[in-house]
């Protein structure tokens, strides 16, 4: 089956350093979503990237989708404290298949 | 519009009781998503529901069902409760329940089973 893999778990960043996570699929996507968790909350809706090579921006947060369509990455520059949290992806697969697939997220830590 | 809305926010159960949480959508949206959430694991899919159907369903055991009311509304039941099914519970809806769609989560139920 379908299988995603989300790299780092963990980034401990001080303020100011950029971080980025990775997500990646064993099979070709279709499309693949970015949610933010904060500490304490529930996810929320960042981004949605569907074509080969895509890139995305939002303020310091640049999302892209790999050519082949098998990975992804969420980049923010000059990290602050407000972007602590947990990343998750979620991918949906080709063809028929309905249900998103979630990776385990990566959680970024950032020192003052 | 007001967000998804979950009741209750938190649960403290023991072993082998029963539990039967609620969600209610953003007006308008059909689809509900129940995610059941723990350290290390993630976000792990429970089922969805559409126009009072259950659409697609994860790999968990049968004491773990829902419903979908005509207003849209979602239960999701825990029967048998045991101590590794303390977690959050996250339901989520979205416009037309296409899997392309945003994905609007609820604050969650944060359930623990002594």
């Known amino acids: 089956g379908q299988q995603v893999m989300q790299i780092p778990q963990y980034q401990h960043v001080q303020e100011g350093e950029d971080f980025t996570t990775y997500c990646n699929s064993s099979?070709?996507?279709?499309?693949i979503q970015w949610y933010k968790q904060r500490p304490g909350g529930h996810p929320v809706f960042l981004i949605q990237l569907v074509k080969s090579g895509e890139v995305k921006k939002q303020k310091r947060l640049t999302f892209q989708f790999g050519e082949a369509k098998k990975n992804s990455s969420l980049h923010i520059t000059a990290t602050q404290t407000t972007d602590v949290g947990t990343y998750f992806c979620a991918l949906l697969g080709p063809g028929n298949n309905r249900k998103l697939i979630w990776g385990l997220g990566t959680s970024l830590a950032v020192n003052p | 519009k007001a967000g998804v809305t979950q009741t209750p926010r938190y649960l403290i159960k023991t072993r082998g009781q029963q539990v039967t949480l609620s969600c209610s959508p953003i007006?308008?949206?059909?689809?509900v998503s129940w995610y059941q959430q723990t350290p290390g694991q993630g976000l792990q899919f429970l089922f969805e529901?559409?126009?009072?159907?259950?659409?697609n369903k994860g790999n968990f055991p049968g004491r773990f069902s829902g419903r979908q009311f005509s207003n849209s509304r979602s239960e999701m039941n825990v029967s048998t409760l045991e101590l590794g099914d303390s977690a959050l519970y996250l339901c989520?809806?979205?416009?037309?329940?296409?899997?392309?769609?945003?994905?609007?989560f609820g604050p969650g139920t944060r359930l623990t089973v002594l």
């Open positions: 989520a809806s979205s416009a037309t329940g296409a899997p392309t769609d945003t994905q609007y």
């Open positions: 099979t070709t996507l279709s499309n």
């Open positions: 529901y559409f126009s009072e159907t259950q659409r």
């Open positions: 007006s308008g949206h059909r689809s």
